[in-house]
């Protein structure tokens, strides 16, 4: 069965500091990933995918994200941490299926201090 | 967040009450979902429309009955609810093909039930 762990409740850093929010999936077949970003009393906004290709997948606000086969994991990073980060981040990894079914990990509150 | 629209942002109701949740999608997309999320649990899938279709029902109480009249628009009907249906009710939709899978959030609406 497909599964996504997001293993820290809450990851904080400082601002300027490059940030990692980690991500490991369980998956049968090739996995299709995503990070989604929420901030607070909005929906969930995507920022980014991996599908297939090149490890390193580019996103939104400049966030990317490393896909790691043999680790199974798929950590999103960000250079330089803003302020305006601060958000829930969730991965999610596509279920079987014929549609769209996304299977979210719990969530990682991301705090950047100033 | 104009591309996937949610009424009313809050709603407030009594266990006796009858409410409706209303989600429409400008995208063009032909699946559609509702996703309830609690505090301190993951995302959970609720309800997944295909072409107006119920492709999935998460083994979800009867006190919540969704409706898709068409492609753009979703409800979900509330009646006897319990205080423990308190929750953020998110819409989403996608469009069912090989190259895109990501999902596009609604706000939410903040359901309180008294």
């Known amino acids: 069965a497909q599964s996504v762990a997001q293993p820290e409740d809450q990851v904080n850093v400082a601002e300027g500091n490059p940030l990692t929010v980690k991500c490991t999936y369980s998956?049968?077949?090739?996995?299709?990933l995503f990070w989604y970003v929420q901030y607070p009393n909005r929906g969930l906004q995507f920022l980014l995918k991996y599908i297939t290709g090149d490890n390193l997948v580019k996103g939104s606000y400049g966030f990317e994200a490393e896909f790691n086969k043999s680790q199974t994991s798929f950590h999103l990073k960000k250079p330089s941490a803003l302020v305006s980060d601060s958000a829930l981040y969730f991965c999610?990894?596509?279920?079987?299926?014929?549609?769209?079914?996304?299977?979210f990990g719990a969530g990682t509150r991301l705090a950047v201090h100033p | 967040e104009t591309g996937v629209t949610q009424t009313p942002r809050h709603l407030v109701m009594g266990m006796t009450n009858k409410k409706s949740l209303k989600c429409e999608q400008h995208?063009?997309?032909?699946?559609m979902y509702w996703y309830k999320q609690s505090a301190k649990k993951p995302l959970e899938l609720m309800f997944v429309y295909n072409f107006k279709e119920q492709t999935e029902n998460n083994s979800v109480p009867s006190r919540f009955s969704p409706e898709c009249p068409n492609s753009s628009h979703l409800f979900l009907h509330l009646h006897t609810l319990q205080p423990e249906d308190s929750a953020l009710y998110l819409c989403?939709?996608?469009?069912?093909?090989?190259?895109?899978?990501?999902?596009?959030f609604g706000p939410g609406t903040r359901l309180t039930v008294t």
């Open positions: 995208l063009g997309h032909n699946a």
């Open positions: 998956v049968s077949g090739n996995p299709y």
């Open positions: 989403a939709s996608s469009q069912d093909n090989r190259d895109t899978y990501e999902q596009y």
């Open positions: 999610a990894v596509r279920g079987s299926g014929g549609y769209n079914k996304l299977i």
